[in-house]
């Protein structure tokens, strides 16, 4: 079974990358990535595609840790509809979604509407249903309001406590949605088409119809870039992980054990 | 040098409070502050959590709020720690009126009930917190931090996570947090209570020991009567948003000003009894003089009222031809509880035996009941409604 699994997935990222190095008459070449690389256009939209991204994921966790900080220590009775609101994205229909949001942000100034500034707001709500969860999940999982109230008592302000205490306990899911609201701007072709910018995901479109080499080669080197950050996003974990695990080692063998909460108790 | 860091570079005193912003070792290290809590009203929605509590506690005492749950405590607690604005009300911590100031203006070290140390900081770091917030240079908050560690017994345990400890063991550290900032009042939100038996029991004992070395006013809040009796100079008990008694805790328990305090702290037995005179009843077929304090409108001759009676003031032996049955016993160590139903009465009456002389008592025996000490008061035969009755 997993075997098919592995063929079934792997295959055509083989097949791809095989296609990607196809020259004239079936050789072997690399003029589908120098190509795609050494274009104008591949870097000004890729660029496009990075900085909206990154205004999104901005806004995003401002917006998605505020609303959830919020929510949690001042209106729980809202919880429910936030959560609801949130999900909205999710079942209305992304060409609705762009002309909602775009009739709805008109009055805007036109450094905004006429700007990929619009495209950035657009993913905001785009994100908005996955983002929210992962932040409010992180939220749910630390004492929120007792590590606040803790915080005031020690003669914090509200931006001390939230700079110094909340935010590192809650790096985990914000990097997590900062990372998922990224990666969706990265790969959403649609709200950018029908808005007309030139994002990375366009230009690819627009590239393969004549030149499919280099589409599918630029298609190769985005899965490699998602995999490599993947993978160093996944051993910076272990490494605090084992980091975490050295100290309890080098604890024992000092002879004073780790004692789980509740279990001591001196 | 600010005013602030007039009172935390003080290293001839490390606990002493931010009372003055004098200038180093113009205080007294005995410089605790008395707190004075007047009239504070505090609703959320429909429910009046503060119903105009007052309290006064004085310089370097300990005040143990007790309460059941609802009964404002924990709101008394957080509006003094700012962490809940009053509706009306003033507060006074010496002569500094803190009414309207915002937590982090108060100077209030606070434990909680809920763990509540910055998991993303080791011991050291959370202890140093405060200073850090008071901006102290480096080496001197890690020193104090280091102090106040060793004070609470986890020196070693400096470079710990709060994952790393144990639920003791991360109390003892918000403790010293809380302490790190030289507050001018502790403040300890039932601080115990997740933690087992042997450990609270020891953890209390160092509470109040610190609390002592340190010469700090603090107001412990707990549901715990035992907790409560064992650790405060004085006992305050709320009800429904309101101060129902303060004392010490001797003085509370055996002279309870209402019903609802005898029932509250401690056990108590109501008894049926009949007014031969002013001050003078009959009870278990003895005379008693008494003192009124349940709302007992007249003495007149013949009439049917109830006092009230602690466990350990009766006597219970057993007699065959008594018409009273001890239902049953419980155990507590040193202490034998035992039930005994009475004719006519509708709860079972209880009383403590020395455990080593009651092997007699078992479920069954015919048992005689007898006044062996003082009751508590005399009050009207009809019931009053409490929140909280113990048998």
């Known amino acids: 079974m997993l075997g098919a699994a592995t063929v079934y997935f792997v295959a055509p990222l083989i097949a791809s990358a095989r296609f990607s190095f196809e020259g004239d008459h079936g050789s072997l070449s690399l003029s589908g990535y120098t190509s795609a690389l050494g274009s104008h256009e591949f870097w000004s ?14 806004l995003e966790l401002v917006l998605m840790l505020g609303t959830s900080l919020w929510v949690y ?14 999900l909205v994205p999710i079942v209305v229909p992304v060409v609705v979604l762009v002309l909602g949001v775009s009739g709805t942000l008109r009055f805007l100034p036109s450094f905004i509407v006429f700007t990929p500034v619009i495209l950035a707001l657009e993913y905001v709500v785009l994100a908005m249903p996955y983002a929210y969860r992962i932040i409010d999940s992180g939220v749910r999982s630390i004492n929120l309001s007792t590590m606040v109230d803790a915080g005031r008592s020690l003669g914090a302000n509200w931006f001390r406590v939230i700079f110094t205490v909340l935010l590192p306990n809650l790096k985990g899911a914000l990097l997590g949605a900062g990372f998922m609201t ?35 080669a630029l298609s190769v080197l985005s899965l490699l870039g998602t995999v490599v950050v993947l993978g160093a996003v996944a051993i910076v974990g272990s490494a605090r992980a084992k980091d975490r695990l050295g100290e309890r080692g080098h604890d024992k063998a000092q002879g004073v054990s780790t004692v789980p909460v509740g279990a001591d108790q001196r | 040098m600010s005013a602030m860091h007039a009172h935390l570079d003080n290293p001839g005193n490390l606990y002493m409070p931010a009372a003055t912003g004098k200038s180093p070792g113009a205080e007294k290290p005995s410089a605790a502050l008395s707190v004075e809590i007047s009239n504070l009203h505090r609703a959320f929605g429909r429910v009046k959590a503060l119903d105009g509590f007052s309290l006064k506690v004085e310089p370097a005492e300990l005040m143990a709020l007790l309460g059941p749950s609802g009964s404002g405590k924990t709101t008394a607690l957080r509006v003094l720690a700012g962490l809940e604005m009053a509706d009306s009300g003033r507060i006074l911590v010496g002569d500094r009126d803190i009414t309207n100031l915002p937590a982090h203006r108060r100077d209030m070290g606070m434990v909680f009930q809920a763990y509540s140390l910055f998991p993303n900081m080791t011991a050291l770091e959370n202890v140093a917190f405060g200073l850090r917030v008071r901006r102290l240079c480096r080496p001197e908050r890690a020193n104090r931090a280091r102090e106040l560690l060793d004070l609470v017994g986890l020196s070693d345990e400096a470079n710990r996570y709060p994952h790393q400890l144990s639920g003791g063991q991360q109390q003892r550290v918000a403790l010293a947090r809380a302490l790190a900032i030289k507050p001018r009042v502790l403040l300890l939100d039932e601080p115990l209570s997740a933690l087992d038996a042997a450990v609270r029991s020891r953890l209390r004992d160092e509470i109040r020991r610190i609390q002592l070395e340190v010469g700090i006013t603090a107001v412990f809040v707990t549901h715990d009567q035992e907790e409560a009796l064992s650790i405060a100079d004085r006992v305050a008990v709320m009800s429904q948003g309101r101060l129902e008694q303060v004392g010490p805790p001797q003085h509370i328990y055996n002279e309870p000003a209402n019903a609802f305090v005898a029932f509250f702290l401690g056990s108590a037995n109501r008894l049926q009894a009949t007014v031969l005179a002013t001050n003078l009843v009959q009870v278990l077929g003895e005379k008693v003089r008494i003192e009124e304090r349940g709302g007992l409108e007249s003495w007149i001759p013949g009439a049917r009222v109830e006092v009230l009676v602690r466990p350990e003031s009766l006597s219970v032996t057993e007699d065959s031809s008594a018409s009273n049955r001890l239902i049953s016993r419980t155990f507590l160590g040193t202490m034998l509880r035992v039930a005994v139903a009475v004719p006519g009465y509708r709860e079972p009456l209880y009383a403590l035996l020395p455990a080593k002389e009651a092997g007699w008592a078992v479920p069954g025996v015919f048992v005689r009941i007898a006044l062996s000490g003082s009751p508590l008061f005399v009050m009207s035969a009809h019931r009053p409604t409490l929140s909280s009755e113990k048998g």
Do not use: D, I
Not at chain 1, 201 to 208: A, C, I
């Open chain 1, 45 to 58: 939209s890729l660029s496009l595609s990075v900085e909206v991204g990154l205004g999104a994921v901005a």
């Open chain 1, 73 to 86: 220590l001042h209106a729980p009775k809202w919880r429910l509809f936030v959560e609801t609101l949130t």
């Open chain 1, 182 to 216: 990224f990666g969706l701007v990265l790969g959403e072709y649609v709200m950018a088409s029908l808005l007309s910018f030139n994002t990375f995901p366009v230009w690819l479109e627009t590239v393969g119809v004549v030149h499919a080499t280099e589409a599918v």
